[in-house]
């Protein structure tokens, strides 16, 4: 079920309305606890148990991490939970990857390894859902959060529908004091939920998946393109990749907000970025800030030696880049902005904030940043290393010998993107949407409705984000 | 209610937000609650018992809350129908490429015409109306004919088709020859969401097709699934779904009509060829696969086909349902309005596929329609199923079309001096 379908409208509408008919907050929150994981069976009914699994893992570990325990130290019960979340991610995840990667080393060395590869299917939403739940426990492990005794609360805090399959990756301390006090109506704010799901709806379903075939054809045989499409399928591809995502993120918010809750901010305008340092805090947030906060500082973080920062930085962002699939594609793009920020940071320390050159950097760092962030995705997105080659080769060197071409004209289409997405930075139109009068606000909703189903593609196209 | 004290009194439909407070003087926003008749009855019933109405802050937010929030859901569904259907009136919906280029053929030369074929590919390839013009010719009438063969044509799109027809106002047109497996055709699995499916969803096409399918044989879940695609259709077409983008993409072009509305499968592929496209070789080795089937089916499978004819034989008495012969009944009717005659007849198509013993002859001997002939019948026309006339399973050849227009002719010119 996505949220661009009118089967998930049909659901929403039903859950919305039994939500705000119920009076009672338990009763509610078992309510969207059914609701989120019909949601979820939606998809595939099996790997519930997973779920489930996880959920009822963290909520006793949780719980035993505030008692003394004869047997167990808490660190033993940190490592339990840990080593649990993350065999089971890396079982339906991974295994195939590490098999494969395994038995291609082998081979390089001379011997021949093939064991037998299980068909794995990847539960949708098993990265996001892992890591929210390893954050509790950890947060409870730092004794920066108190457990929750109400197991429905908890089971809620994982499995909550609009963030459940693609995030943000919410933090227990933010969730579950939402949650213990009933949401009232009459404190919803309709029109900026309803304006951000139509903008989370137009970016995914009208510009992401509009781009997607023009993409997918010259990804499939970059080296029959020309320079000119190449540039336009990295450049598109960026955009279509942030729309897909964002897009998703502001449909979850929208989603949760209209129930009365208030999910974390996962993008803020992260293609206006003066630095890669400034990227990563843009983007995709919630992963970023995870990792920052799980992983790069458990490494250590800045506070040891130059080389230490620079490698935590590196791994962090290896592992981050692993986290987004089992590819070495991904390791490859994490390791490019670990590069990036490394660099960035020996930058920092080099030149002065106040130097000519910094202030000449600066006013070219929006568009290097998004140079290098395309470079980065042509890799994210490519499938075989030829592609890449031929990809990098056209973007990098403008060479390519490919006769195929993509219309010249569709370069005009930037321009309309590029404006509406500034607009939206430097106005803040959802804000300002909040305040204008209910009946133009319908007007408006109507006519930006008419328009999106005008434009909108046949075919529905899965989220990119959900298969990570 | 919110803490105060009192009872309900009955206030119209909404008495569940009105309450009385004996000698309070509270005045109360009666009006957002009920107006008109129901005003005054509350005002009877508050002057009766000596008291006043009375809501509570809460209450009285929650029901100028909810007045407020059905105005902008009005104010929102009005905007999204006004906005689709002036749009719906700039630019008209082109249904399908080869269905607008017979409607625009149509629409210029409407009166050249006296007879039109209307049915689904097996009329578009198998009737060629410049035989049958030749050999009603040669019969000494003297009539000019058009095939409106659309490939999976449904009876509901049938109708549309006849709707512009006679909104065209044909002065000439006296005879519509309809293929009755068009009555059989319900969506199929491939080719749904095309513009030319979500075109003839109008909602009373909609709904025909609904009725029909439920009183059909098919599986409940297929029911229920074809219903939710009739559906989806009708949403699609209401709302313009998409076809911003294909205004954009620009309409491609209308090919002209050349051989009244014919074409034979063997001249398409030869265009394909001529056209240099990389369909033809995969067109050729399809037919040949397919022709292979069907010989093999016929040399072998024959004396089965004769078994089933036999039985089937049995069952063409049954008349088809209510509300098939009802759609039928109207369809005649308005054809008969516009001062033309419907004539029904069946086309030869695959014997496996489509039932042999469709309802012709018995709607054809309960006098619903009038039957041209039934060419759907092996048994008794084994020459066009003779693969040599065939061009593939359900679809004539360029030989077996010039048979069949033959044989369409002769029995035409039997049945219209009946009904001249």
């Known amino acids: 079920m996505l949220f661009t379908q009118p089967i998930f409208l049909f659901f929403f509408a039903v859950v919305f309305a039994l939500h705000w008919l119920m009076r009672r907050n338990g009763a509610r929150k078992v309510l969207l606890l059914v609701a989120s994981y019909i949601f979820y069976a939606a998809w595939d009914w099996r790997f519930l148990s997973l779920i489930l699994i996880s959920t009822l893992i963290d909520y006793c570990v949780g719980l035993l991490l505030v008692k003394k325990l004869r047997h167990f130290s808490r660190g033993t019960l940190l490592v339990m939970s840990l080593c649990a979340n993350l065999g089971i991610l890396g079982f339906f995840k ?139 399928a990295a450049v598109f591809y960026t955009v279509m990749i942030y729309c897909d995502f964002s897009g998703y993120t502001d449909m979850a918010i929208a989603v949760a907000r209209l129930l009365g809750y208030e999910l974390c901010v996962n993008f803020d305008f992260p293609y206006f970025a003066r630095n890669i340092r400034v990227f990563w805090q843009r983007w995709h947030i919630s992963l970023s800030s995870w ?99 031929a990809m990098l080769r056209a973007f990098l060197f403008f060479d390519s010998v490919g006769s195929r071409a993509l219309p010249n004209t569709l370069w005009l289409w930037l321009i309309p993107l590029g404006l509406f997405h500034w607009l939206f930075w430097r106005v803040r139109v959802i804000d300002r949407i909040q305040r204008m009068p209910d009946w133009l606000c319908s007007i408006a909703f109507g006519l930006a409705v008419f328009l999106m189903l005008l434009f909108l593609p046949f075919e529905y196209k899965p989220f990119i984000y959900f298969q990570f | 209610m919110d803490g105060e004290k009192g009872r309900l009194v009955w206030v119209g439909r909404r008495s569940n937000v009105v309450k009385r407070m004996g000698g309070v003087p509270t005045v109360f926003p009666i009006r957002v609650i009920c107006r008109g008749r129901a005003m005054e009855r509350a005002m009877e019933a508050v002057s009766s018992d000596k008291g006043l109405l009375f809501l509570s802050a809460a209450t009285r937010r929650r029901v ?140 009373s096409a909609t709904l025909n097709a609904c009725v029909r399918l439920w009183g059909g044989r098919k599986r409940f879940a297929t029911k229920l699934n074809l219903t939710r695609v009739h559906l989806g259709h009708l949403v699609m077409k209401c709302l313009n779904i998409g076809r911003g983008g294909q205004l954009l993409d620009g309409s491609p072009e209308t090919p002209t009509e050349r051989n009244r509305g014919y074409e034979s499968l063997e001249m398409s592929y030869r265009t394909a060829v001529e056209s240099g496209g990389d369909s033809a070789e995969k067109q050729l080795a399809e037919r040949a696969r397919v022709l292979d089937v069907y010989r093999k089916f016929y040399s072998e499978d024959v004396s089965a086909l004769k078994t089933r004819i036999q039985d089937d034989s049995e069952t063409d008495g049954a008349l088809p349902g209510a509300f098939d012969r009802l759609l039928l009944a109207r369809q005649n009717k308005r054809i008969r309005e516009a001062g033309m005659m419907p004539l029904y007849f069946v086309m030869p198509a695959d014997p496996t596929v489509f039932p042999i013993g469709l309802p012709a002859r018995a709607l054809h001997r309960a006098g619903d329609i009038v039957l041209i002939g039934d060419y759907h019948d092996p048994l008794n026309l084994p020459e066009l199923f003779a693969p040599k006339n065939r061009y593939d399973r359900n679809h004539m050849s360029e030989t077996g079309a010039r048979l069949l227009s033959e044989l369409l002719a002769a029995d035409f010119v039997r049945t219209a001096e009946r009904h001249r």
């Open chain 1, 94 to 232: 991974y295994y195939n990857f590490f098999e494969q990667s395994f038995s291609g080393l082998l081979t390089l060395l001379g011997f021949h390894f093939h064991p037998v590869a299980p068909i794995i299917v990847l539960p949708v939403g098993i990265s996001f859902y892992t890591f929210q739940s390893m954050s509790y426990t950890i947060d409870i492990y730092r004794g920066k959060l108190r457990p929750t005794r109400n197991f429905v609360d908890f089971a809620l805090f994982v499995g909550f529908f609009p963030q459940l399959v693609a995030g943000p990756i919410v933090r227990a301390a933010g969730f579950l004091p939402q949650l213990r006090t009933a949401r009232r109506l009459d404190l919803v704010k309709f029109k900026g939920p309803i304006a951000l799901f139509l903008c989370g709806y137009f970016k995914k379903a009208i510009v992401s998946d509009s781009l997607a075939p023009l993409v997918d054809r010259v990804f499939a045989a970059p080296e029959t393109f020309g320079v000119s499409s190449v540039w336009l």
């Open chain 1, 291 to 389: 990792l920052k906060d799980y992983l790069y500082i458990s490494l250590g973080g800045n506070r040891g030696t130059r080389f230490a920062t620079f490698r935590n930085l590196m791994l962090t962002m290896l592992l981050g880049g692993l986290w987004h699939g089992a590819s070495w594609n991904f390791v490859i793009w994490g390791g490019l902005h670990g590069l990036a920020l490394v660099i960035h940071r020996l930058y920092s320390e080099r030149i002065p904030s106040d130097s000519a050159a910094r202030r000449f950097v600066g006013t070219l760092g929006i568009p290097l940043t998004f140079y290098w962030v395309c470079l980065s995705f042509i890799i994210f997105r490519a499938r075989t290393m030829e592609n890449i080659a």
């Open chain 2, 64 to 203: 100028t809350g909810g007045c407020r929030a059905l105005r902008n859901l009005t104010l929102f569904v009005v905007v999204i129908a006004l906005a689709n259907v002036a749009f719906e009136r700039a630019f008209p919906r082109r249904s399908h490429c080869l269905l607008d280029s017979k409607l625009n053929h149509l629409q210029q030369q409407i009166d050249r015409y006296d007879v039109v074929f209307i049915g689904s590919s097996l009329v578009y390839r198998g009737v060629d109306p410049a035989v049958f013009n030749e050999e009603l010719s040669k019969r000494g009438w003297q009539l000019d004919s058009f095939n409106f063969g659309v490939p999976g044509i449904q009876f509901e799109e049938m109708g549309l088709l006849i709707e512009r027809m006679v909104a065209m106002n044909p002065e000439r047109l006296k005879w519509l020859v309809i293929d009755l497996h068009s009555l059989s055709y319900l969506l199929g699995s491939t080719g749904w969401y095309t513009k030319r499916h979500v075109a003839w969803h109008t909602p």
